[in-house]
């Protein structure tokens, strides 16, 4: 009987499909099987791409295994990554008039030239608009611990398939808070990069001052394992940074020694649940994180980035508000054209104090290498629940399940999300750096995972 690889790690299944004991078709074969089995139940994917998946895995298996870091590990991208023959639909409806895409987003191209396939495209929040990981027009994907919860969005399909243990690594963006807020609610680990590390061409745009994109996996090193198989310069996208390729994997087994690491109260600790805390405070004393800290006007960041993101999210869609409103979620729609009618002179307010608050924090990691603070203030809510009690105050639960990584992604700071796993829901944490230093947030998260604070939490499927 072949081995079950449905819960190795992206590196262990490169490393057993270079050595020959498992074939990149096998490992395959046995995650479309898995795929098939419980998607109906998970909702994660919306598109499965079988045919090219056993294509690239025969390819794998024929060539020099040995120069492909990730030969043979499947892995699937939200639905807003461009994929080769299939339309770019960002979770809408109106998208799926549109005609298939003629090549793939270049991190699909990275990943698959170091050996990865792809096999297929995940379930989002429409146009990226959103906390929770239901869609209107999909339904909602389902939180692999607990059926009858979210997974966190937008990229709640990416969430739920790392999670569920369909996939060990998958794609996702982060405009608010999209890679983090899924990582939490579903147990795993995810990056969101540096504002500008990774290409964004040829995938479709929420808020580009605010947009990022990255991966989900259920280990530190395996983060560290795609985010370098993706850095590079891409002349496609204006706002990619023109830095060489700064790899990670090298410097994650340095632990924690020399790293000066604090806890962000205040603002971030306000409306916390008692699990958030409690995890917190887990990985904390982990860490060695013995200085609290506050982060200045934290609250005015996250309404400033409420601003921007709700104008400039309008403003790319005024056309289809124009011509197609019906086809919307209805929830999406109303929020985009309150957008449209936001004055500009918030819209620069907000932008002013977003410069002023970046040099604030850059003044921070002058003293500290890493932040710490919570990834979402609960554990993942019910399906469909509206509302819930947030330091006795009852609020909405779209809103407010990025409350505390709005005011992170707002100023473009790498964040890894590590998982804690409370019982019976686990729960995460973010690990802030200063800007391009991924491999400090991701040394710390390798780091806890060694020392068992911080672990994906496998789920009973």
């Known amino acids: 009987m072949s081995k079950d690889f449905s819960w190795e790690s992206a590196a262990e299944i490169a490393q057993a499909v270079e050595s020959g004991q498992a074939s990149a078709s096998s490992v395959i074969d046995a ?84 050996g990865a396939v792809l096999v297929g495209a995940l379930n989002m929040g429409e146009y990226a608009y959103d906390f929770t990981g239901e869609n209107v027009h999909d339904g909602p994907s389902r939180n692999p611990h607990d059926l009858t919860r979210m997974t966190g969005g937008s990229s709640g399909g990416s969430g739920g398939a790392v999670g569920g243990g369909l996939v060990p690594l998958a794609l996702g963006s982060d405009t608010n808070g999209s890679i983090r807020v ?35 996996a259920r280990s530190a090193r395996d983060l560290a394992l795609a985010y370098d198989t993706m850095q590079g310069p891409d002349a496609d996208d204006p706002a990619c940074a023109q830095r060489a390729a700064e790899p990670v994997l090298p410097l994650l087994d340095r632990g924690l020694d ?43 960041a996250r309404a400033a980035a409420f601003v921007i993101t709700t104008t400039e999210g ?9 011509k197609q409103a019906n086809d919307f979620d209805p929830a999406v729609r109303d929020r985009f054209i309150a957008g449209a009618m936001v004055p500009a002179t918030l819209v620069v307010k907000a932008q002013k104090f977003r410069r002023w608050y970046r040099e604030q924090m850059l003044k921070l990691f002058e003293r500290y290498d890493a932040i710490l603070v919570p990834a979402t203030p609960t554990t993942a ?17 779209r809103a407010n399940m990025g409350l505390y990584t709005q005011p992170i992604s707002f100023i473009g700071l ?47 499927l």
């Open 31 to 114: 995650a479309l099987a898995r795929i098939e089995k419980l998607n109906p139940e998970l909702n994660a994917f919306t598109t499965v791409t079988a045919e090219r998946a056993r294509a690239k895995a025969r390819a794998v298996d024929g060539g020099d295994k040995s120069k492909l870091p990730l030969a043979g590990v499947p892995f699937a991208v939200k639905n807003l990554f461009d994929v080769k023959g299939i339309p770019t639909v960002a979770g809408s409806k109106i998208n799926r008039a549109h005609v298939a895409a003629g090549q793939d987003q270049p991190l699909i191209e990275r990943l698959e030239a170091a």
């Open 414 to 460: 790498p964040v890894v999300a590590v998982p804690v796993p409370l019982k019976p829901l686990p729960i995460g944490v973010q690990v802030i750096a200063a800007p391009w230093r991924e491999d400090v947030a991701l040394r710390i998260a390798h780091a806890l995972e060694q020392m068992g604070a911080a672990t994906a939490l496998r789920p009973n």
């Open 381 to 397: 809510p019910k399906l469909g629940q509206v509302n819930f009690t947030l330091d006795g105050i009852d609020m909405p639960v």
């Open 182 to 216: 899924p990582s939490s609610l579903c147990g795993i680990f995810g990056l969101k990069p540096t504002y500008g590390r990774l290409t964004r061409a040829r995938s479709f745009p929420f808020v580009a001052s605010l947009d990022h994109l990255g991966p989900f």
């Open 314 to 322: 309008a403003s790319l869609h005024l056309d289809r508000l124009r």
């Open 258 to 300: 020399g790293l000066r690491i604090a806890v962000a109260g205040g603002y971030f600790k306000k409306g916390a649940s008692t699990e958030a805390l409690e995890a917190l405070d887990r990985i904390a004393k982990a860490s060695g994180a013995l200085s609290e800290i506050e982060i200045p006007e934290a609250a005015r």
